[in-house]
T-cell receptor
Framework: DGGITQSPKYLFRKEGQNVTLSCEQN?????MYWYRQDPGQGLRLIYY???????QKGDIAEGYSVSREKKESFPLTVTSAQKNPTAFYLC???????????FGPGTRLTVL | EDQVTQSPEALRLQEGESSSLNCSYT??????LFWYRQDPGKGPEFLFT?????EEKEKERLKATLTKKESFLHITAPKPEDSATYLC????????????WGLGTSLAVNP
């Protein structure tokens, strides 16, 4: 079955540690996205990539980094510079030339 | 500034009681209007894309409509399994294809 996978589902991190969230898709989509979702707030875009080896900052990129070395993979690193990293993180993908995004199941990150 | 506003924030219905969710938008050159369903602790599930005023799309008990200022998600004879948060988003005429998100409507359907 084609789809988007995110791992792990739950992640715990100590303050001051970097952590990497995985996002893989087998939909053959060119574009991939990372969002953050907090209670009472809409989805906020962190980073997006429309093609391999290229990515752009979204609205809240500070304290995050990404890479896009393969079409199927778009990992997100939450660095120690992110002041409030506890949140639900969502990865999405879309076909280039269309706007419809398809989402993975999400990773809940908790900083202890 | 482009904006998407959803109302009500929360809605409680009895099973079989039809209703509508509203998504009003102020977007420079609407390119697409999107509806998603999100269950607690899960990623949003795509429902519909609407592109032009007057367009309608249906899926089971759900029907989405679009005017020049707003979109409605009509739920006919809802069942408890329709309980979820429904999210609305829009894209504008720019080239970045970024979705502008509303805050969602939390729907609870009581048996």
């Amino acid at each position: 079955d084609g789809g988007i996978t995110q791992s792990p589902k739950y992640l715990f991190r100590k303050e001051g540690q970097n952590v990497t969230l995985s996002c893989e898709q087998n939909l053959n989509h060119d574009a991939m996205y990372w969002y953050r979702q907090d209670p009472g707030q809409g989805l906020r875009l962190i980073y997006y990539s429309q093609i391999v080896n290229d990515f752009q900052k979204g609205d809240i990129a500070e304290g995050y980094s990404v890479s896009r070395e393969k079409k199927e993979s778009f990992p997100l690193t939450v660095t120690s510079a992110q002041k409030n990293p506890t949140a639900f993180y969502l990865c999405a993908s879309s076909i280039t030339g269309t706007d419809t995004q398809y989402f993975g199941p999400g990773t809940r990150l908790t900083v202890l | 500034e482009d904006q998407v506003t959803q109302s009500p924030e929360a809605l409680r219905l009895q099973e079989g009681e039809s209703s509508s969710l509203n998504c009003s938008y102020t977007v420079s050159g609407l390119r697409g209007l999107f509806w998603y369903r999100q269950d607690p602790g899960k990623g949003p599930e795509f429902l519909f894309t609407l592109y032009s005023a007057g367009e309608e799309k249906e899926k089971e008990r759900l029907k989405a409509t679009l005017t020049k200022k707003e979109s409605f998600l009509h739920i006919t004879a809802p069942k408890p399994e329709d309980s979820a948060t429904y999210l609305c988003a829009a894209t504008n005429a720019g080239n970045n294809r970024k979705l502008i998100w509303g805050l969602g409507t939390s729907l609870a359907v009581n048996p």
